[in-house]
């Protein structure tokens, strides 16, 4: 087995981690005949796919391995290959390589030289020895991951490209605080009447944060095992409300508690609980929706669980929070 390829190998040439245990078949001939074939020669451990050739040897087509198992014995290999093949060149760097393993999200893929003859394959294992089974689909997803970071990694020995790729993500945040600043100024007067509700501004963000961000995670992982449908959101939303409502009544409970025996205010400690509750609500299913939307348009949604979910719930928090306690305590 060919030794993983380390983090100061990703601008080699991929040749040089090649797999030359690959199994090719004539287009030209039919499946029993190829089956027959493949019983007299020395298979290699790990076959994700049959590379189908033409008469001069250039790779034309693949053909899976259940496809290929499946199909009558009269039927011809050309006819069963699936023709647009994605196929690394010989020349290309490892770090070419990681990026159309991500792109594709196929377990291996054929190295071809200039003249499109096959020299042999390369598969995700030899990105991340986390990796023991290509037919595990769940562990590949995890091994995608970890090649995103490699890739990632090698961009960003120039310190421009990192700016590039981190700047506009960080412009949610400026963009979140901006409009939170032009909230707290619409409800300045406000304010100066209740002071109290200033106080706790720092306390209601960090509590709406902290929630948002714990569902991102418990979504990101049930993303992984399992594919995206409205039932899956369906059911984690329900979920995830019930546990933000359990959430939001206990910490706005706390918080209602000391206010009301600091300042003994019962109307603004009720404000207070209440709008912690609601806004915890919020927060918590942002934090599964921003993830599971980002999925459903085929993005990363681990872009989501950083600063999109958090500027989304900060400025939610800060509109429930001050909407709901001036209603209630202008009417009261």
């Given at each position: 087995m060919k030794p993983m390829v380390a983090q100061d190998d990703l601008h080699q040439p991929i040749r040089e981690h090649v797999r030359r245990d690959f199994i090719t078949l004539s287009a030209d001939r039919t499946v029993g005949e190829s089956l027959g074939d493949l019983r007299t020669r020395t298979i290699g451990e790990k076959i994700v796919y049959f590379y189908v050739v033409d008469v001069d040897g250039r790779l034309v087509g693949v053909v899976p391995t259940r496809r290929l198992l499946m199909s009558g014995p009269t039927t011809r290999v050309e006819a069963l290959m699936v023709r647009n093949v994605v196929a690394v060149p010989g020349s290309a760097s490892v770090l070419a390589a990681c990026e159309l393993f991500l792109r594709h999200r196929f377990l291996a893929l054929p190295v071809v030289d200039a003249d499109g003859k096959m020299v042999g394959v390369v598969d995700i294992t030899i990105f991340t020895e986390e990796l023991s089974d290509v037919a595990e689909r769940h562990a590949a997803e995890d091994a995608f991951q970890l090649i995103g970071i490699k890739v990632q990694s090698a961009r960003e020995r120039s310190p421009w490209i990192g700016f590039r790729y981190r700047f506009p993500w960080l412009l949610c945040n400026i963009a979140g605080g901006i409009a939170c600043a032009l909230l707290v100024g619409r409800y300045e007067a406000f304010l100066d009447s209740v002071i109290v509700l200033a106080l706790f501004i720092p306390v209601v963000l960090s509590?709406?944060?902290?929630?948002?961000?714990?569902?991102?995670?418990?979504?990101?992982?049930?993303?992984?095992?399992?594919?995206?449908?409205?039932?899956?959101?369906?059911?984690?939303?329900?979920?995830?409300?019930?546990?933000?409502?359990?959430?939001?009544?206990?910490?706005?409970?706390?918080?209602?508690?000391?206010?009301?025996?600091?300042?003994?205010?019962?109307?603004?400690?009720?404000?207070?609980?209440?709008?912690?509750?609601?806004?915890?609500?919020?927060?918590?299913?942002?934090?599964?929706?921003?993830?599971?939307?980002?999925?459903?348009?085929?993005?990363?949604?681990?872009?989501?669980?950083?600063?999109?979910?958090?500027?989304?719930?900060?400025?939610?928090?800060?509109?429930?929070?001050?909407?709901?306690?001036?209603?209630?305590?202008?009417?009261?």
């Open positions: 509590l709406s944060e902290s929630v948002s961000i714990q569902s991102t995670t418990i979504t990101l992982q049930s993303l992984h095992q399992g594919s995206l449908s409205w039932g899956v959101l369906i059911r984690a939303l329900r979920r995830e409300f019930v546990v933000a409502w359990l959430l939001g009544v206990g910490c706005g409970g706390v918080v209602a508690l000391v206010v009301w025996a600091w300042k003994g205010r019962s109307a603004v400690a009720l404000a207070l609980g209440s709008s912690i509750a609601l806004s915890m609500v919020t927060a918590c299913l942002l934090g599964v929706a921003l993830p599971m939307g980002v999925r459903a348009v085929r993005g990363d949604p681990r872009i989501a669980s950083g600063p999109v979910v958090l500027a989304a719930a900060d400025v939610a928090t800060l509109l429930l929070y001050f909407s709901l306690a001036a209603a209630m305590l202008e009417s009261g």
